[in-house]
């Protein structure tokens, strides 16, 4: 894919996600909850250590951090971080601080944050293997990185499926045929650890450490 494509799918992803944005929390969190919130809890985050949430999207993960700890939300959409804003009224615990931005250019110096947590992020942005770049880049050496997503399936019936549905899929906001080695086998960093996560186990959540 082009770089102009790939600008074309980015402001495709960003105008879904301004409309998903509304209904974001009811339709999604009951079916993807379980796998956000075991990825919070593996990260591990104790009080003193940066935080980066690619993907932040209406904040769902931002009350689970504990408190003592400074968390970085970015995202693309506006509307998804006006919802995020809004669920941090009243909340006590983590130091939280909400941004706009490209997760294929984050604004942050090399090594800046020890946990990096991207929920549901690598099957919808345009270009995954640039945004595993940044989180790589941004993540201190023996740091922690969390990707929950959805990877086409290893079933030989079930992958063609996959791959049929995916045009579709796109115009809702995601992809269905991302292959799990494009986190697994980024440079950079070593897998530690993945399990299946949420309904029938059809989600991945990859535990990586930074080289």
């Given at each position: ?13 960003e105008k879904v996600y301004g409309v998903l944005a509304r209904v974001y929390d009811d339709f999604f969190d009951w079916a993807l909850g379980p796998g956000r919130r075991r990825a919070v809890a ?85 270009d995954p293997h640039a945004v595993l770049a940044e989180m790589v880049r941004i993540c201190r050496p023996g740091g922690t990185i969390i990707v929950v997503n959805h990877f086409i399936s290893g ?57």
């Open positions: 894919m082009n770089a102009e494509h790939v600008d074309q799918a980015s402001r495709r992803v593996q990260l591990g985050v104790k009080p003193g250590d940066r935080v980066l949430e690619v993907g932040v999207g209406t904040g769902l993960s931002l009350p689970l951090y504990p408190a003592g700890c400074e968390v970085v939300g970015i995202d693309i959409s506006e509307p998804m971080l006006d919802r995020a804003r809004t669920r941090l009224d009243g909340l006590a615990g983590a130091d939280v601080r909400l941004m706009r931005m490209d997760a294929r250019a984050v604004k942050f110096p090399d090594a800046y944050f020890d946990k990096v947590l991207a929920p549901y992020v690598i099957s919808v942005v345009s079933w030989r019936w079930l992958a063609p499926f996959e791959r049929w549905v995916t045009p579709l899929s796109m115009w809702v906001g995601f992809r269905l045929d991302v292959p799990v080695a494009t986190v697994t086998e980024a440079p950079g960093v070593t897998l530690v650890r993945a399990q299946r996560v949420n309904m029938f186990g059809m989600w991945s959540l990859l535990e990586l450490r930074r080289n």
